[in-house]
């Protein structure tokens, strides 16, 4: 039997790093895991409280809106307000998704087909990749420039840039979507309200639309708020961004995030998502209204626990002779294979990093072929792990100075 949307996809390389772990465990290695990026920091107390709550009414056990219940709407709206400035209409510029991954897939369904192009950063988080090619789009892949480079300074934007203009310039046809996520995954890197700028007038002049994941909305470091695409003028003409309550407010599994922006694309959207699913189990909605509301500043203490970590575990590798500069966000710290490692792939050095530290990380060669090279540290263990786990390293990584 032939599955023709999935035939072409490759092994999904995370999974051998993780079969490793798991084998690795189960033989009795205590394995710092380094790789999925998976939030270990407890959800908000009022969540939590609130989903309880919630849940023993018999009647928040039917089917809800698909598009969110009006009060988490305008909840999200006063978020934006309140945050980066942004005005927003509950009614027709903002969407509930069922985690920003669904979202961004099924907006992919909306904005594209076969025939039509997409332009996507490389390396990129797999989805972004993946989505457009499961709508049937052509790719365009746009190299990022390395961690050296990380950053919202003028040589990062100005190379980004020109090969924005040459994915746009070479090939037909000429792709209708642009897909952008910044604080970037998996590199870390930042950009500041002037580039977003550019992007819109960008995608103004060319009639596309472009896509911010916005997932590390408020993980931005050194003191940095990363901006909202929608604060740059004329962003509704062309823009929408994916806003996630999974690392901001540490509440993963509870797969609450939000489309916002251009009216048209967000009701295109709502529209497919009426076919596809009755919305968001209503003690969620409605445990995150209140979150939202009551809540505000907790991504404040996610995001310090984030950079803690990410100091913790360069200041480590720097001492056993991995020099890494620090990114500018996210909860990921994107590094080059050392220089005597070099002939190893990404999956082979992950591999025997997993069999011979008992650490693992993710290969980068699974954010696509401009991750080759690079491997991705996960801020998900504490600190104490974190050394932990350099001291692993430093064991395992005995070519290093």
Same mark, same amino acid.
């Given at each position: 039997?032939?599955?023709?949307? %999935?035939?072409?996809? !490759?092994? *999904?390389?995370?999974? $051998?790093?993780?079969? &490793?772990?798991?084998? +690795?465990?189960?033989?009795?290695?205590?394995?710092?895991?380094?790789?999925?990026?998976?939030?270990?920091?407890?959800?908000?107390?009022?969540?939590?409280?609130?989903?309880?709550?919630?849940?023993?009414?018999?009647?928040?056990?039917?089917?809800?809106?698909?598009?969110?219940?009006?009060?988490?709407?305008?909840?999200?709206?006063?978020?934006?307000?309140?945050?980066?400035?942004?005005?927003?209409?509950?009614?027709?510029?903002?969407?509930?998704?069922?985690?920003?991954?669904?979202?961004?897939?099924?907006?992919?369904?909306?904005?594209?087909?076969?025939?039509?192009?997409? %332009?996507?950063?490389? !390396?990129? *988080?797999?989805?972004? $990749?993946?989505?457009? &090619?499961?709508?049937? +789009?052509?790719?365009?892949?746009?190299?990022?420039?390395?961690?050296?480079?990380?950053?919202?300074?003028?040589?990062?934007?100005?190379?980004?840039?020109?090969?924005?203009?040459?994915?746009?310039?070479?090939?037909?046809?000429?792709?209708?979507?642009?897909?952008?996520?910044?604080?970037?995954?998996?590199?870390?890197?930042?950009?500041?309200?002037?580039?977003?700028?550019?992007?819109?007038?960008?995608?103004?002049?060319?009639?596309?639309v472009v896509v911010h994941d916005f997932a590390y909305a408020d993980v931005g470091f050194d003191g940095h708020q990363p901006p909202s695409i929608l604060q740059a003028e004329g962003a509704k003409e062309c823009a929408v961004e994916l806003y996630s309550m999974t690392k901001s407010f540490s509440m993963a599994g509870w797969r609450c995030a939000f489309l916002l922006g251009n009216r048209d694309v967000v009701q295109a959207l709502v529209k497919l998502k009426t076919y596809l699913d009755y919305g968001m189990f209503q003690p969620v909605q409605i445990a995150a209204t209140v979150t939202i509301n009551e809540a505000a500043d907790f991504p404040k203490e996610v995001c310090a626990t984030y950079e803690r970590r990410c100091e913790t575990l360069i200041d480590g590798l720097a001492r056993i002779g991995w020099n890494i500069p620090k990114p500018?966000?996210?909860?990921?710290?994107?590094?080059?294979?050392?220089?005597?490692?070099?002939?190893?792939?990404?999956?082979?050095?992950?591999?025997?990093?997993?069999?011979?530290?008992?650490?693992?990380?993710?290969?980068?060669?699974?954010?696509?072929?401009?991750?080759?090279?690079?491997?991705?540290?996960?801020?998900?263990?504490?600190?104490?792990?974190?050394?932990?786990?350099?001291?692993?390293?430093?064991?395992?990584?005995?070519?290093?100075?």
């Amino acid at each position: 039997m032939e599955f023709r949307r %999935i035939t072409n996809l !490759p092994p *999904y390389v995370f999974t $051998i790093i993780n079969n &490793l772990k798991i084998e +690795a465990r189960r033989a009795g290695a205590d394995v710092i895991d380094l790789g999925f990026g998976n939030p270990d920091i407890p959800s908000p107390r009022i969540a939590v409280d609130k989903l309880r709550e919630s849940a023993e009414l018999p009647r928040n056990h039917r089917y809800s809106m698909s598009k969110g219940l009006p009060k988490l709407r305008q909840a999200i709206a006063g978020y934006y307000r309140n945050v980066w400035g942004v005005e927003l209409d509950p009614e027709t510029e903002i969407t509930n998704t069922i985690g920003s991954k669904e979202g961004f897939s099924h907006l992919m369904w909306v904005l594209l087909d076969r025939g039509d192009a997409a %332009i996507v950063p490389s !390396p990129s *988080y797999p989805i972004h $990749i993946y989505g457009p &090619l499961f709508a049937g +789009a052509d790719l365009r892949q746009v190299p990022m420039r390395s961690l050296a480079d990380v950053g919202s300074g003028e040589e990062f934007t100005e190379d980004f840039f020109a090969r924005l203009h040459d994915a746009w310039e070479i090939g037909w046809p000429k792709p209708r979507v642009l897909v952008i996520s910044f604080p970037h995954n998996p590199t870390g890197a930042t950009v500041d309200l002037p580039f977003m700028q550019r992007i819109v007038d960008f995608c103004r002049e060319r009639e596309m639309v472009v896509v911010h994941d916005f997932a590390y909305a408020d993980v931005g470091f050194d003191g940095h708020q990363p901006p909202s695409i929608l604060q740059a003028e004329g962003a509704k003409e062309c823009a929408v961004e994916l806003y996630s309550m999974t690392k901001s407010f540490s509440m993963a599994g509870w797969r609450c995030a939000f489309l916002l922006g251009n009216r048209d694309v967000v009701q295109a959207l709502v529209k497919l998502k009426t076919y596809l699913d009755y919305g968001m189990f209503q003690p969620v909605q409605i445990a995150a209204t209140v979150t939202i509301n009551e809540a505000a500043d907790f991504p404040k203490e996610v995001c310090a626990t984030y950079e803690r970590r990410c100091e913790t575990l360069i200041d480590g590798l720097a001492r056993i002779g991995w020099n890494i500069p620090k990114p500018g966000g996210s909860m990921f710290v994107w590094a080059r294979i050392p220089d005597p490692y070099a002939e190893q792939d990404s999956v082979e050095f992950c591999s025997n990093l997993v069999r011979d530290a008992s650490v693992a990380l993710s290969p980068g060669v699974g954010f696509g072929p401009g991750g080759e090279g690079f491997v991705r540290f996960a801020l998900i263990e504490n600190e104490m792990r974190i050394n932990q786990g350099v001291r692993n390293l430093r064991r395992a990584l005995t070519k290093l100075g």
